[in-house]
């Protein structure tokens, strides 16, 4: 089976290490899942180019294969070597002559992100995937600054007549089916997952306090979130549920730490942090963190916070459950099937019941340990193995 990704996001993301979120994962994960499998020849594309893959290119250290490129016919071939594999890079232009070639030999053509290529439309032998992430700015455009036609929109009109779809949770398949007029059967659930290499409990108590101190994190207790800074995550009102909880229980040892980069319209956080008055100094905004450095605040927390009004997965929680955390999360979207009973769920705009299980996992240290056992159970039903499988498939079924 002759098999093309989109491998865009990868170069986007070694250009810019913060932007290593959902999307570049998957597309990491995938690449590294498919090639050298029996029966899979993988070629890439990259839709952004002359950014993008070549800064993927420059990074291939972290891939264990030999990748070339032919940047135009007119010019010479840039060879990146190492041992093994050997995998094609190709550009999409401005004419598509690259891609029209590589699909007359392709049975399969796969974008995780960006609209399927008019190249790609326009022939039917090979069969075309779009993964869909989320619906959330088509359902939730208050979400957003951008009010125009969202990029996920252009995506599923570019596959919708014929193509196929990966979505990453039932809840985000349920979205997709229920919004467009699409056959359920030509959709395929590939759950998301969490590296076990680096997600995954630490009792080196020393270390984590090491890692702690790197962020500014004092030696005592505290509660984890971990999101972009913007309005869906519903940071403000973790804030505001965390100064209700230490002001009401007049607790003098325990802090709020908020882990992640600023999205949108992040002043409602920045208002409610300076409005803690007394408090503020309970509440530590790391900015971005490494994720070598992730597993180890993980494991410090005494629980992780996330009460985000809709994700179309949430690999945050499941991170956090890998590492061991007991996690209090909301009630909404695809949440619930990525915690199953292991999670603490609460209706995310009531911040009294936010206050309430804090105070629970903070005062009771054998619900903690638990939720603990429970977070472990339930992450070990997530593997990216599984999601490889999944993935190769869907694409089986599209060629029968």
Known sequence: MKIIIDAMALGAAYANPTGRTGVFRVVDQLVKGIDGRKNCDLSLVATNFS????????????????????????RLVEKVRNRTHQLNLWPINRLETNLEKLLKISDVYHSPYMPIPEAVINQHKTKSFLTVHDLIPILHPEYFEDNGRPLVAVAIESAINEGWFFCVSNSTKND?????????????????AASRSRFHKIDDQLKIET???????????????????????NVDQIIRSFIHLVEQEAIHDLNLVLIGSKGWDFDPIFSAIKNANRFKSRIIVTGFVD????????????????ASFYEGFGLPPLEAMQCGLPVVT???SSLPEVVGEAGILIDPRDGTALSQQMLNLYQNESLR????????????KFSWDNFVEQTIYGYQKSLL
């Open 330 to 332: 909301s009630n909404t």
């Open 291 to 306: 994720d070598a450095d992730l597993a180890y605040l993980y494991s410090g927390a005494f629980g992780f916070i996330y």
């Open 176 to 192: 997709l089916c229920t919004h467009y007029p699409i056959d359920p059967n030509r959709v395929f659930v590939t759950h998301l």
């Open 51 to 74: 950014r993008d893959a070549n800064s993927f290119l420059k990074e291939q250290k972290d891939y264990d294969q030999h990748i070339v490129y032919p940047t135009n016919k007119d």
């Open 211 to 233: 890692i702690k101190a790197k962020y500014g994190i004092a030696e005592q207790p505290y509660f984890l979130s971990l999101c972009t800074l913007e309005p869906r995550k």
């Open 369 to 380: 340990a638990e939720l603990s056992i429970k977070s472990i159970k339930q992450a070990e």
